[in-house]
């Protein structure tokens, strides 16, 4: 090789490093600091600390807060996406089961183009004619709605409405309401085989599979949340202008969500659901049943919780629950607060902070459900 052969090709591939690296001399280029390349976890724990929340309500008057809660429904209602229960639907009696205080009946509803929803209606003995009604909303658990309803005849289920305080569907039907217990997806008899999901969470498999369906698993069990309101509401033994919603953890998370969008809940009682979504992502958090994609542009549960004001609601929050993180939980009240004092609602915002883990209560609850209905 000719020695002017060797320089020209020195140039070429000078000048190739030149065009390729924006004109900085390769030698520097090898010998910067590559930058820092962050984990997954550090990455989403830096974007959830800098959620945006845009649609924080920072008013002060009721016209205000009227116009915040009209706007940030709206917002939410359009990240949820289709949501709406059927105007028309078929029932069929799986069961009747006449019990010493109250009768159950186990019924499924149907309607083309929805999945059937199992629904336990609970039907005090006495008194007759018209009550209040109230939906009972279920959390996570192999049992779905069983528990809920005091199926303690059903094996494991007593253990665990001893362990969580779990029938009080039963207990408010004791209380001689009329009860909805819907069963959510993907729960109980709405769930296959367990060992089929290899030790991982059926929720989160559940997000995934309905996500690439063009379906929200949230959306969903609002739906069915929703559905089993309106049957209350249209029942002959119900007073449709006197119904209320009760829920612990995800059934909590629910009854803060049907509640909020359905107007016609006069009074929400929700147990260990008092955490934020800001808070829970920023962990290995992997609950789809709970997700609504985007939120956290907008708000999070204070803000959807904000949405029920100024009507009668109460959090329950256990001392040793270790799903609510008590810094969070304040930030949160403070913000709830500040919807219901803008509409001079204050004392409608309860909170009961009891001795327990995450559990059901009623210790509140149950008088401020029988004040609301019944007064």
Known sequence: MSRSFALSRRRFVSGCGGALFGGLPLRLLQAAEPPRVPTVDEQIRRLAAEAP???????????ECRAWQQAFAAQLRSLLGPHQPPARWQTVVERVVELKDHRR??????????????????????????????????????FGYDTVAGCDDRPGVAEEIVKLNYDY???????????????????????????????????????VRMQLLGKLLMAENLRDALWAAELLARHERVDGRRLGCVGLSYGGR?????SALEPRIRVAAISGA??????????????GAQVIPGLLRYGDVPEIGSLIAPRPCIWEVGSHDELIASAWAENALRRLRHAYQALGAEGELRVDRFDGSHQWSGRIAYPLLQEVLDG
Do not use: W
């Open 53 to 63: 929340l845009a649609l924080q309500f920072r008013g002060q008057t009721a016209a």
């Open 169 to 207: 569907g039963r207990q408010l039907v004791r209380r001689s309401y009329v009860v909805a217990v819907p069963c959510l997806t993907p729960f109980g008899r709405r769930l296959d085989d367990r060992s089929a999901y290899h030790g991982e969470d059926p929720c989160g498999v559940t997000f």
């Open 274 to 287: 008092l955490n934020v979504m800001q808070e829970r992502v920023s962990t290995h958090y992997g609950c």
């Open 105 to 142: 009946e186990e019924l499924v509803l149907s309607a083309e183009g929805h999945p059937p929803l199992p629904i336990y209606l609970l039907f005090p003995h006495s008194p007759r004619g018209k009550r209040p009604g109230v939906l009972a909303l279920h959390g996570h658990g192999r």
């Open 254 to 258: 629910m009854c803060m969500l049907t």
